[in-house]
């Protein structure tokens, strides 16, 4: 078995890829002929053996590109079920792997996706049987395996979903991570809620890497921006918090010009802008 990396970004795209199949912008041409860090696949996270954040679509060509298993992980946390976050076939591949450990996965939603996953085919989905599944309240504090969870309210929605699912994980050497995909700007009461909250790393969307969006679901660089100004000014992060910028789609910038944008215009922060199968460990 390889070597699992913790706190590792298995992907870093926004819904589309980068390159998108579809498009030949001049973002996605030099994805295309640079590869490397240009590469994104759709955003899921690996905490460690255990635990993964968002396993989505691209799951199997991740696995492969990474060279890492997922024999060990039993527990899997979602922001919420857009497909670029959400596979449920995820769960079918294990339990119809030859070699696998026999007992359920647990998968963790916000209330409204638990309902939702709940009602799948009217729970006649043949890996039905093969998971335990968490329903989370926003605001309350969850044990997955050795963290602990916190759910807090997202400025994104779904079909079934109000609100994504953002998270802040407490570790067990007390750190604390703030893991905000797919936030939109925050809400008011996610902002107050974080007042109480000093964060050790922070992982922001950075959909859109362009100045003024004005698209509420998602965040492009002036928001982000504004949020990491407001995060600072109430005591939220400082000068020493970890931040990786991550759900990136193909526009504005490539991997290199983001890196020198967050260089310039925001040098008082530590930022570092994540790409697929980079480790925290590493940086």
Known sequence: MSEIK???????SAGEGVPTPFCRCEICEYARKHGGKDLRTRSCFRLDDSVMIDVGADFIPQSHRIGED?????H????????DHFNPKVWWFRKVSPVRKSDK???YFSEYGAEAIKKLSCG???YMDSINIHS???YETYDVDKYKFTPLKGHHHTGVEANSANYIIDF??????YY???SGPYLEETFEYLKNVKLDILVSECTFPVEEMGIDVHMGLTEVRKTLDRLFEQGTINENTKIYMTHICCMGMNHSQLVKYWEDTAPMYDITVAYDGMSMEDV
């Open 6 to 12: 913790k706190l590792r970004f298995w992907g870093t």
């Open 76 to 83: 899997i946390v979602y922001s919420h079920t857009h497909d």
């Open 105 to 107: 996965i647990n998968i």
């Open 70 to 74: 997922t024999y060990d992980v039993e």
């Open 136 to 138: 989370l309240k926003f």
């Open 124 to 126: 006649n989905e043949p």
């Open 180 to 182: 905000a995909l797919d």
């Open 172 to 177: 067990p050497d007390g750190r604390k991570m």
